[in-house]
């Protein structure tokens, strides 16, 4: 009896996983659709508003040592601007999903499939409000090139918050009915120092697509608003349309600096600090950070900043206290999972309807059925060539990544060095290598491939490395011991070990690279334009003419190649790693 009983149990398990596994997929697949269509209503929109783009002139560089360090500031400054703003949005967004389950799980599949947009789309949908402004408005300017680069940090960091909103909701249900906090006091007192250390590492993990989108913004900028202060991207487009070499790599070499500024003293202490909140279990492998970074030991020893603390902690603890929300009750309230989707289908069904009626024109006339299947098969070749590069990274850093993963002395310092790499705008050095190819007389269509991975790399570099650091000792011994060597060495020891180590490596490799498509397709040195043909490039000289329609279109289809990818081919790999390997997180 007992065990008919077991046998039912676990059908009822596996079907209620199932069940889970096929609502998941659904709500996803709603979402997507959602993305796509809200970007060809705002690439039509936006052409409606503003009709042809327009320019209202170049902005003004000084390519001199005395300009560097201004153009430095202004992007350093831009970027801090957003990371607050990100850091508050992704708070609000916490505080507004608090205890709506139903509502929590729509926001975060929409986040989640908005996150194949390519980052350089953004700017789609704010390029052309430019030509509204007028000079003098430099304030909104600045809105606007910040609104190209929230999307993507704000983005991953409130679907980072909000993910763990529901880790461990049990146990801090009972805490808070044991101590009768309000629902307020429970999210500021329970959720939200849990949910410190994911914030954090969700940012860590955007910074490499938020510099890009941020240099991308300043250099797509630089020729279309002169009233918006430049930055280190405008002097990388200034120096590139002159020809001129020096000012490409010392503009380089400042936001290197910037970089390694805000590792060093920004996320380095906050990934130090924000530990003592993780909960067990939650811990991040080989890391490569000292136990306390110097900047953080010398602000816990600085009086004045002490002072600060005190002062700060005691309003937080104060904001802790205010008796908002609902009170406990002994039983937790929680929205029923077997609710119907009918509102949010007959939402969505509105929402593909009026993307029709509006976007359905512009399609037929403007676009056309040739240029659709054209920009298809433009969307196909990057693919190949995004692929392509990937395997071939792998193949060139399997090698090396296993030699200094065994080192364990040195494998930290070489995952930190290449984590700091990869998030380096390597968007910065396209006109350089432009410049080669032009001065070389080589293949545009051939060497302008490797661009999407001189960044990306890096990724798979780290994870292949940190993935052999975190071998079992004793794996390796117990091959030497059965006398294991060889191509079954390989096949029996090292692939399945690193394999979910490589995925992941490969697959932020494959993004960050689709990602760089649209800016490495298509780069200008001189008077010279250098295209690769694929959906970057379509994007590009789309965006250069001021069409919205079709660069939205052009981002649409781009994000549904993503996504499709991520369904079709990533995810069930992942899942096939999970169930086939022992491979490191």
Same mark, same amino acid.
């Given at each position: 009896m007992s065990?008919?009983?077991?046998?039912?149990?676990?059908?009822?398990s596996?079907?209620e /996983?199932?069940?889970r596994?096929?609502v998941?997929r659904f709500?996803?697949?709603?979402?997507?659709?959602?993305?796509?269509?809200?970007?060809?209503?705002?690439g039509?929109a936006?052409h409606?508003l503003?009709?042809?783009d327009?320019?209202s002139?170049r902005?003004?560089?000084?390519l001199s040592l005395?300009?560097?360090p201004d153009c430095a500031l202004?992007?350093?400054?831009r970027?801090a601007t957003v990371?607050v703003?990100?850091?508050?949005f992704?708070?609000f967004?916490?505080?507004v999903?608090d205890?709506?389950?139903r509502?929590?799980?729509?926001?975060?599949?929409?986040?989640?499939?908005?996150? !194949?947009?390519?980052?350089?789309?953004?700017?789609v949908f704010a390029a052309?409000?430019?030509?509204?402004l007028?000079?003098?408005h430099g304030?909104?300017?600045?809105?606007?090139?910040? /609104?190209a680069v929230?999307?993507?940090?704000a983005g991953?960091?409130?679907a980072?918050?909000?993910?763990?909103?529901?880790r461990g909701?049990g146990?801090?249900?009972l805490?808070a009915r044991g101590?009768?906090?309000?629902?307020?006091?429970?999210?500021?007192?329970?959720?939200?120092?849990v949910?410190i250390?994911?914030?954090?590492k969700g940012?860590?993990e955007?910074?490499?697509f938020?510099?890009l989108?941020?240099?991308?913004?300043?250099?797509?900028? *630089?020729?279309?608003?002169?009233f918006?202060a430049?930055?280190l991207?405008?002097c990388?487009?200034?120096?590139?349309?002159?020809?001129?070499v020096?000012?490409?790599v010392?503009a380089?070499l400042?936001?290197m600096l910037?970089v390694?500024?805000?590792?060093?003293?920004v996320?380095r202490?906050?990934?130090?600090w924000?530990?003592?909140?993780?909960i067990?279990?939650?811990?991040?492998g080989?890391s490569?950070?000292?136990?306390?970074?110097p900047?953080l030991?010398f602000l816990?020893?600085?009086?004045?900043v002490?002072?600060l603390g005190?002062?700060?902690?005691?309003?937080v603890r104060?904001?802790?206290?205010l008796?908002?929300?609902?009170a406990?009750?002994?039983v937790?309230?929680s929205?029923?999972?077997?609710?119907?989707?009918l509102a949010?289908?007959v939402?969505l069904a509105?929402?593909c309807?009026?993307t029709l009626?509006v976007?359905?024109?512009?399609l037929?006339f403007?676009?056309?059925?040739d240029?659709?299947?054209r920009?298809a098969?433009?969307?196909?070749a990057?693919?190949?060539?995004?692929?392509?590069m990937v395997?071939l990274?792998?193949?060139i850093?399997?090698?090396?990544?296993?030699?200094?993963?065994?080192?364990?002395?040195e494998?930290?310092?070489?995952?930190?060095?290449?984590?700091?790499?990869?998030v380096?705008?390597?968007?910065?050095?396209f006109?350089?290598?432009a410049?080669l190819i032009t001065?070389?007389?080589?293949?545009s269509?051939?060497?302008?491939?490797p661009l999407?991975?001189i960044?990306?790399q890096?990724f798979?570099a780290?994870?292949l490395t940190?993935?052999?650091?975190t071998?079992?000792?004793?794996l390796?011994?117990a091959a030497?011991?059965?006398d294991?060597?060889g191509?079954? *060495?390989?096949?029996?020891?090292?692939?399945?070990?690193i394999g979910?180590g490589w995925l992941?490596?490969?697959?932020?490799?494959?993004f960050?690279?689709w990602?760089l !498509?649209i800016?490495?397709?298509?780069v200008r040195?001189?008077?010279v334009r250098l295209i690769?043909a694929?959906?970057?490039?379509?994007?590009?000289?789309?965006?250069?003419?001021?069409?919205?329609?079709?660069?939205?279109f052009?981002?649409t289809?781009?994000? !549904?190649?993503?996504?499709l990818l991520s369904?079709?081919?990533?995810e069930?790999?992942?899942a096939w790693?999970?169930?086939r390997?022992?491979?490191?997180?």
């Amino acid at each position: 009896m007992s065990a008919s009983a077991s046998l039912s149990s676990d059908r009822y398990s596996a079907d209620e /996983a199932s069940l889970r596994v096929g609502v998941r997929r659904f709500v996803g697949m709603r979402a997507l659709i959602c993305v796509l269509c809200f970007e060809m209503l705002a690439g039509v929109a936006v052409h409606l508003l503003t009709g042809e783009d327009t320019i209202s002139g170049r902005q003004t560089v000084l390519l001199s040592l005395p300009g560097l360090p201004d153009c430095a500031l202004h992007t350093a400054l831009r970027m801090a601007t957003v990371l607050v703003l990100s850091v508050m949005f992704s708070v609000f967004c916490a505080i507004v999903t608090d205890r709506r389950e139903r509502f929590r799980e729509n926001i975060l599949s929409f986040l989640d499939e908005s996150r !194949a947009v390519p980052v350089c789309g953004f700017l789609v949908f704010a390029a052309p409000l430019f030509s509204m402004l007028v000079p003098g408005h430099g304030i909104a300017g600045e809105c606007l090139t910040g /609104a190209a680069v929230f999307p993507v940090l704000a983005g991953p960091m409130t679907a980072a918050l909000l993910r763990s909103g529901g880790r461990g909701s049990g146990e801090l249900d009972l805490v808070a009915r044991g101590f009768r906090l309000t629902g307020w006091q429970r999210f500021w007192r329970l959720d939200m120092p849990v949910a410190i250390p994911v914030l954090v590492k969700g940012a860590v993990e955007a910074m490499p697509f938020a510099w890009l989108a941020l240099l991308w913004v300043e250099i797509f900028v *630089w020729q279309r608003a002169a009233f918006v202060a430049p930055g280190l991207g405008a002097c990388v487009a200034a120096a590139a349309a002159t020809g001129i070499v020096w000012p490409v790599v010392l503009a380089a070499l400042i936001m290197m600096l910037i970089v390694i500024g805000y590792d060093w003293l920004v996320f380095r202490p906050l990934l130090s600090w924000s530990a003592r909140f993780q909960i067990e279990g939650d811990g991040a492998g080989l890391s490569g950070l000292p136990s306390e970074p110097p900047v953080l030991r010398f602000l816990r020893r600085a009086p004045v900043v002490g002072r600060l603390g005190e002062a700060a902690l005691y309003a937080v603890r104060r904001l802790g206290t205010l008796r908002l929300g609902r009170a406990p009750v002994a039983v937790p309230s929680s929205e029923t999972a077997g609710r119907p989707y009918l509102a949010e289908t007959v939402a969505l069904a509105g929402l593909c309807a009026t993307t029709l009626a509006v976007c359905w024109q512009p399609l037929i006339f403007h676009i056309g059925p040739d240029e659709v299947v054209r920009v298809a098969a433009l969307g196909f070749a990057t693919l190949l060539r995004v692929l392509l590069m990937v395997l071939l990274a792998s193949v060139i850093w399997l090698f090396p990544g296993m030699w200094l993963g065994r080192r364990r002395a040195e494998a930290a310092e070489c995952v930190s060095l290449m984590r700091l790499l990869a998030v380096f705008p390597t968007v910065m050095l396209f006109p350089l290598m432009a410049g080669l190819i032009t001065g070389l007389r080589l293949s545009s269509g051939f060497w302008l491939m490797p661009l999407v991975m001189i960044g990306p790399q890096w990724f798979l570099a780290a994870k292949l490395t940190g993935g052999v650091a975190t071998f079992p000792r004793g794996l390796f011994e117990a091959a030497r011991a059965y006398d294991i060597r060889g191509w079954l *060495w390989w096949r029996s020891v090292v692939l399945p070990g690193i394999g979910r180590g490589w995925l992941a490596g490969a697959r932020m490799a494959f993004f960050g690279a689709w990602n760089l !498509a649209i800016a490495a397709e298509f780069v200008r040195w001189g008077d010279v334009r250098l295209i690769s043909a694929g959906l970057g490039a379509y994007i590009a000289e789309a965006m250069e003419a001021g069409d919205s329609v079709r660069a939205a279109f052009g981002v649409t289809v781009m994000t !549904a190649f993503a996504a499709l990818l991520s369904a079709l081919v990533w995810e069930p790999l992942a899942a096939w790693v999970r169930r086939r390997t022992m491979g490191a997180e």
